[in-house]
């Protein structure tokens, strides 16, 4: 005999043997890693040397502001003054041109300067154009730095038209600073603004960035300053708005890779590699040992079938009779010819599903039996308190000389009590027309007990007479009518009761004109009907013991339907097969 264990064994070796092949593949990813490194450390270099530029870029336009906004004599010229002539207003305008030209012909990257002062007059190192500037700081650039209150900063790229200044559009950025002249005593404030050739951007980052997917510049709004590709390319859109959200430097998914540098004032750069074009070169490799891995796949898969095979068919066999077992099929049974321990547990596995039906069988026969025995226990207990309030009515009955009613109530009592005896498996039910001799016989005494408090009235179908339902199910639910519904009531009561037959069902009404009862009164009728019989009920047979022999019986599909108002009465409806009782003509004898 082969032991499972040998072919485990067998099959680990052969795993070991694939493994080792799969060391290559493991190679390979430590190659990848390394090429990843090296490339994300060669951009991070780039980065810097681009970061740097655009430094220098950043703090010659905040000296060239600072140097501005500290200059005397340009401050002095600044200060507002009252009743000037327009030959004194043009001067100082040109005073402060000559001033600011100086600072342009320092660095000829600087275009235009322009002093706006809070009462809207404004001072550049080109006069003349004062209409063209009044539209011009009426542009997106400058009043979203505005409404932001961003009051010193660079602006996102914008065009300035030097058509008059000796140029045509320029793309310009432009460097903004709010500040106080602190030779002005009065509360005029001042905005500096400093247009510079946004080609000083452009060529930062110049050539070494052709090996990037896109290589982005953005203000700390996440606005882009500068783009190597157009915006409008979404392939990483998103992936460089998270970074750049989130903070982090560093940032990769299935098909590129994202590095920011954030050493710039208020800008951050950002660089994005594509890593298909990073390992392009090793892909020839990759694609020889995919074949590889196939072609060892292959072999492996053609000797381990078998062997699987051998395993796992007794297993899936097994699997699949305790499937059936599961769902109540014990007449399953299955052979396992392997020579292994999957022969033993087939043979356990046979042994086991005929002994849990022999128990399950034996199961059955004593819960029918207890559950037999208990409904004989109720068919049969009278409760004593429905004996001794008849007899006290019998002996009132006697002393007021009333024989005949005597011999009435004395007859439905005895009729009551020899219905108790009936036991065993064909006493669990009976006709229509038995249920309806019982309650007639109860009706009959509690007339005695209670004259004049309520009437019956009878709809019983013809067709209904014969049909069989379980004992005692009518009869309980006249006793919930007259305690429950009629008697707490001052006024007279009517108890209906009907049998018909609708859509090949039997259903049995019982309806009263009481007090009726809200949803918690009735819950605590049917609970309370589960612990004992209430103290004027004949038998302890309750509304749960009515559903429960309902439910064993026919099913889920039949119930008891309890409809009750406060003052409105109650109505309990029971639908069962219409069932006639089993005759010698009907067995076929």
């Known amino acids: 005999m082969i032991k499972i264990r040998t072919k485990i064994i067998a099959s680990t070796a052969l795993v070991v043997i694939i493994s080792l092949s799969l060391s290559g593949f493991f190679t390979y990813l430590y190659v990848t890693r390394i090429i990843r490194e090296q490339s994300?450390?060669?951009?991070k270099t780039k980065l810097s040397q681009t970061a740097s530029q655009i430094r220098r870029f950043q703090e010659q336009a905040i000296k060239t502001a600072e140097y501005i906004i500290s200059d005397e004599e340009i401050?002095?010229?600044?200060?507002?003054?009252?009743?000037?002539?327009l030959e004194e207003a043009h001067f100082i305008k040109e005073g402060v041109k000559e001033?600011?030209?100086?600072?342009?012909?320092?660095?000829?990257?600087?275009?235009?300067?322009?002093?706006?002062?809070?009462?809207?007059?404004?001072?550049?190192?080109?006069?003349?154009?004062?209409?063209?500037f009044a539209d011009y700081l009426k542009?997106?650039?400058?009043?979203?730095?505005?409404?932001?209150?961003?009051?010193?900063?660079?602006?996102?790229?914008?065009?300035?038209?030097?058509?008059?200044?000796?140029?045509?559009?320029?793309?310009?950025?432009?460097?903004?600073?709010?500040?106080?002249?602190?030779?002005?005593?009065?509360?005029?404030?001042?905005?500096?603004?400093?247009?510079?050739?946004?080609?000083?951007?452009?060529?930062?980052f110049g050539q070494g960035m052709a090996a990037f997917e896109q290589v982005m510049l953005l203000n700390g709004e996440g606005q882009p300053l500068y783009g190597s590709k157009p915006p409008e390319d979404k392939r990483f859109t998103d992936m460089i708005a998270k970074t750049f959200?989130?903070?982090?430097?560093?940032?990769?998914?299935?098909?590129?890779?994202?590095?920011?540098?954030?050493?710039?004032?208020?800008?951050?750069?950002?660089?994005?590699?594509?890593?298909?074009?990073?390992?392009?070169?090793?892909?020839?490799?990759?694609?020889?040992?995919?074949?590889?891995?196939?072609?060892?796949?292959?072999?492996?898969l053609a000797i381990m079938l078998p062997i699987i095979w051998s395993i796992t068919n007794p297993i899936s066999r097994l699997t699949q009779a305790m499937k059936r077992v599961s769902v109540g099929d014990l007449n399953t049974?299955?052979?396992?010819?392997?020579?292994?321990?999957?022969?033993?547990?087939?043979?356990?596995?046979?042994?086991?599903?005929?002994?849990?039906?022999?128990?399950?069988?034996?199961?059955?026969?004593?819960?029918?039996?207890?559950?037999?025995?208990?409904?004989?226990?109720?068919?049969?207990?009278?409760?004593?308190?429905?004996?001794?309030?008849?007899?006290?009515?019998?002996?009132?009955?006697?002393?007021?000389?009333?024989?005949?009613?005597?011999?009435?109530?004395?007859?439905?009592?005895?009729?009551?009590?020899?219905?108790?005896?009936?036991?065993?498996?064909?006493?669990?039910?009976?006709?229509?027309?038995?249920?309806?001799?019982?309650?007639?016989?109860?009706?009959?005494?509690?007339?005695?007990?209670?004259?004049e408090r309520f009437t019956v009235e009878w709809q019983i179908g013809e067709e209904t007479a014969q049909a069989v339902l379980p004992r005692m199910m009518i009869q309980p639910l006249v006793?919930?009518?007259?305690?429950?519904?009629?008697?707490?009531?001052?006024?007279?009561?009517?108890?209906?009761?009907?049998?018909?037959?609708?859509?090949?069902?039997?259903?049995?009404?019982?309806?009263?004109?009481?007090?009726?009862?809200?949803?918690?009164?009735?819950?605590?009728?049917?609970?309370g009907s589960k612990s004992g019989h209430p103290t004027n009920h004949t038998r302890g047979i309750g509304l749960s013991n009515i559903k429960e022999r309902l439910q064993h019986h026919y099913g889920s599909s039949f119930h008891v339907d309890i409809r009750s108002k406060p003052m409105d009465g109650t109505s309990v409806l029971i639908r069962l097969p219409f069932e006639l009782p089993i005759t010698e003509e009907t067995a076929g004898y």
């Not at 994300?40 to 951009?43: K, P, Q």
């Not at 004996?387 to 009955?397: A, E, F, G, Q, S």
């Open 40 to 43: 994300v450390g060669d951009t």
């Open 333 to 451: 049974s299955i052979m396992i010819r392997s020579g292994d321990e999957m022969e033993i547990l087939g043979a356990g596995f046979n042994k086991m599903v005929i002994e849990l039906k022999e128990r399950i069988a034996s199961s059955v026969r004593d819960e029918e039996t207890k559950r037999r025995m208990q409904i004989d226990l109720l068919m049969s207990q009278i409760n004593p308190h429905f004996v001794y309030n008849t007899l006290n009515t019998v002996i009132y009955l006697s002393h007021d000389e009333r024989n005949r009613d005597v011999a009435k109530i004395t007859e439905n009592l005895i009729a009551i009590l020899q219905d108790t005896i009936k036991t065993g498996k064909g006493a669990e039910f009976a006709t229509v027309a038995e249920e309806v001799e019982i309650i007639r016989n109860y009706i009959g005494i509690q007339q005695y007990r209670y004259p």
């Open 479 to 527: 006793e919930n009518a007259l305690f429950h519904g009629i008697q707490p009531s001052e006024e007279p009561g009517l108890i209906r009761i009907r049998t018909y037959c609708e859509e090949g069902q039997l259903v049995v009404g019982i309806e009263d004109n009481g007090v009726g009862m809200d949803a918690s009164a009735l819950q605590r009728l049917i609970d």
């Open 75 to 85: 401050n002095t010229l600044l200060i507002p003054r009252e009743s000037l002539s």
């Open 139 to 204: 542009e997106r650039w400058f009043t979203d730095m505005k409404q932001r209150g961003t009051s010193t900063g660079f602006s996102v790229p914008h065009e300035l038209n030097r058509a008059n200044m000796g140029g045509g559009n320029q793309m310009v950025i432009s460097y903004t600073a709010h500040y106080k002249n602190l030779l002005d005593r009065s509360s005029a404030e001042y905005d500096l603004v400093l247009d510079i050739a946004y080609s000083e951007i452009s060529q930062a």
């Open 99 to 132: 001033k600011l030209k100086r600072f342009t012909s320092l660095n000829t990257t600087i275009y235009n300067i322009m002093i706006v002062r809070s009462d809207g007059q404004v001072f550049s190192n080109n006069s003349g154009f004062e209409s063209y």
């Open 245 to 300: 959200t989130n903070g982090k430097s560093y940032a990769e998914n299935r098909d590129h890779i994202v590095l920011t540098d954030d050493s710039m004032k208020d800008w951050v750069q950002v660089a994005v590699i594509s890593k298909s074009r990073l390992f392009d070169k090793i892909n020839n490799i990759l694609y020889m040992y995919l074949i590889i891995i196939v072609s060892s796949l292959v072999v492996t």
